[in-house]
């Protein structure tokens, strides 16, 4: 039976690290001038992860995030964000395994 493990993380969409400017640049040419908190800032962090064999299996954007890593939730007013609660999964392979992983 197959096992797995687990990756919750946040990832913040944001456009102005000048990696992710490049990144947007060259893979988005019709994106002139990429609004500062666009989702596709969040392609080269993504990307990494499915790299090293993580899958996204969920997203959903977040309010706020707090400094011990809580979640604001607020469903009476609206809010902005550019911050999504993420969660990776990938094969987890035990020792004794007769498949090798795959990097």
Not at 7 to 26: G, M, R, Y
Not at 33 to 48: C, G, H, I, V, Y
Not at 63 to 74: P, S, Y
């Amino acid at each position: 039976m197959d096992q797995w493990e687990y990756l919750p993380t946040f990832i913040e969409a944001n456009a102005s690290s000048k990696d992710v400017k490049a990144f947007l640049k060259e893979t988005m040419p019709h994106l002139k001038k990429p609004p500062r908190f666009t989702p596709e800032a969040m392609m080269p962090q993504l990307n990494q992860l499915g790299e090293d064999g993580w899958e996204l299996v969920h997203m959903e954007p977040v309010a706020a995030v707090g400094k011990k890593g809580d979640v604001l939730f607020d469903g009476n007013s609206r809010q902005w964000s550019n911050v999504y609660f993420c969660v990776f999964k990938r094969r987890k392979f035990r020792l004794n395994s007769t498949e090798a992983p795959k990097s």
